[in-house]
């Protein structure tokens, strides 16, 4: 079946930093999503991106469907963006997520 | 906020305990997913249900019962569950199964406890 590859799969920053987490993905896929899992276990979608460029405030997120990788912006990160950023794509069923980067913001 | 519901949000039961996990949307989507979470680990698919008909089973032990009464609903029936399968429960929902390529919406999740 498909794999999905995260890193960093760890990442601290002081508030205010930018960083970027990356997704590779084995095969050819029509959608990649991209979650937030919050302290408290809420998931929450962030980007449905097959490909191209999306941004929502102070993310964004690129997906370079031919060379099958996925790249989540975060800029000026605040505390309340710590949790673990999953991506997620189709595979033998309907998704199949990476192993998560778990990002802790300190202020 | 989620529009997808879930309740209760902690469970404590008993290995001979019968318990149920609910899970209520009001989004008009026609395909509900079960994901179970261990901790540090991503979510693994357990059932899919398409237009209120079982149509994915990740072989998933017969000790967790999935419903789907009518297509806001979607229930888990637990019954003689073992100290593993203690996880966060997770229900999502999509618009329509058929592509496999549906963005997913997901519950705040069960966090269950099994002793």
């Known amino acids: 079946g498909i794999q999905v590859e995260q890193s960093p799969p760890d990442l601290i920053l002081q508030e205010g930093a930018n960083s970027t987490l990356r997704c590779n993905f084995s095969?050819?896929?029509?959608?990649l999503q991209w979650f937030h899992q919050n302290p408290w276990g809420q998931l929450i979608n962030l980007f449905y991106?097959?490909?191209g460029t999306k941004q929502n405030g102070r993310l964004s997120a690129t997906t370079v469907a031919t060379e099958r990788y996925s790249l989540l912006y975060i800029s000026s990160s605040q505390t309340t963006d710590s949790g673990v950023y999953f991506c997620?794509?189709?595979?033998?069923?309907?998704?199949?997520f990476g192993k998560g980067t778990r990002l802790s913001v300190i202020a | 906020d989620t529009e997808v519901t879930q309740t209760p949000k902690h469970l404590v039961m008993g290995m001979t305990n019968k318990k149920s996990l609910k899970c209520e949307q009001h989004?008009?989507?026609?395909?509900m997913y079960w994901y179970k979470q261990k901790a540090k680990k991503p979510p693994e698919l357990m059932f899919v249900?398409?237009?209120?008909?079982?149509?994915i089973n990740e072989s998933v032990p017969s000790r967790f019962s999935p419903e789907c009464p009518n297509s806001s609903l979607l229930n888990l029936h637990l019954h003689a569950l073992q100290p593993e399968d203690s996880a966060l429960y997770l229900c999502?929902?999509?618009?329509?199964?058929?592509?496999?390529?549906?963005?997913?919406?997901f519950g705040s999740g069960t966090q269950l406890s099994v002793l």
């Open positions: 999502a929902t999509a618009k329509d199964r058929d592509s496999f390529n549906e963005k997913l919406f």
């Open positions: 095969d050819s896929v029509n959608n």
């Open positions: 991106i097959p490909s």
């Open positions: 249900y398409s237009y209120e008909k079982l149509s």
């Open positions: 989004m008009g989507h026609r395909a």
């Open positions: 997620a794509v189709p595979g033998n069923t309907p998704l199949v």
